[in-house]
T-cell receptor, first 116, second 113 residues
Framework: NAGVTQTPKFQVLKTGQSMTLQCAQD?????MSWYRQDPGMGLRLIHY???????DQGEVPNGYNVSRSTTEDFPLRLLSAAPSQTSVYFC???????????????FGPGTRLTVL | KNQVEQSPQSLIILEGKNCTLQCNYTVSPFSNLRWYKQDTGRGPVSLTI?????NTKSNGRYTATLDADTKQSSLHITASQLSDSASYICVVSLGSGNTPLVFGKGTRLSVIA
């Protein structure tokens, strides 16, 4: 049981380049989400998914796209990287992300992205 | 506005000592409160989850308390170890809405020998 895995661990991009951050979980969780973590700020929600084929925007979605074709995978795409997207990105999953649910949220190890 | 405030921002303690981290929240409607530990360079790991009716919950040397009336929570670490050095994040879950988790900025704890 690998939990939540993310690739790559580190990435350097030039402004304007695009890339996809990969996230996978093997716990059969319906709810998956992407966060970014910047110094001095709490984790901020980018996009989330409540199940295969269903995605929605979080707090800071601009410049990012997601899709959820399977329960296991939830990739995050940067369309045209900007220096403001330099951050650490975390993928997370839980059985249910519904309001009021008290199930544990599991985080991946993170991807450290630098945009030059 | 839903907010979670943590104090102190950072804390340094000697190995073996106890410490308490604070979390105040202005969130409505409240559903549950979580504490996470985040080691440097790693993802957050859940320590405890407390619902409205729970006043205290323990996980080894970590004990979380919740006062839903005053909207305060604390995380008490007993007999600290060097491995407790990490950021501790308080997260409150709303009882409604599509994005129910509200994250605090965390307290950075350093345990020194």
């Amino acid at each position: 049981n690998a939990g939540v895995t993310q690739t790559p661990k580190f990435q350097v991009l030039k402004t304007g380049q695009s890339m996809t951050l990969q996230c996978a979980q093997d716990m059969n969780h319906e709810y998956m989400s992407w966060y970014r973590q910047d110094p001095g700020m709490g984790l901020r929600l980018i996009h989330y998914s409540v199940g295969a084929g269903i995605t929605d925007q979080g707090e800071v979605p601009n410049g990012y796209n997601v899709s959820r074709s399977t329960t296991e995978d939830f990739p995050l795409r940067l369309l045209s990287a900007a220096p403001s997207q330099t951050s650490v990105y975390f993928c997370a999953s839980s059985y249910s992300g519904l309001a009021g649910a008290a199930d544990t949220q599991y985080f991946g190890p993170g991807t450290r992205l630098t945009v030059l | 506005k839903n907010q979670v405030e943590q104090s102190p921002q950072s804390l340094i303690i000697l190995e073996g000592k106890n410490c308490t981290l604070q979390c105040n929240y202005t969130v409505s409607p409240f559903s549950n409160l979580r504490w996470y530990k985040q080691d440097t360079g790693r993802g957050p790991v859940s320590l405890t989850i407390m619902t409205f009716s729970e006043n205290t919950k323990s996980n080894g040397r970590y004990t979380a308390t919740l006062d839903a009336d005053t909207k305060q929570s604390s995380l008490h670490i007993t007999a600290s170890q060097l491995s407790d050095s990490a950021s501790y994040i308080c997260v409150v879950s709303l009882g409604s809405g599509n994005t129910p988790l509200v994250f605090g900025k965390g307290t950075r704890l350093s345990v020194i020998a």
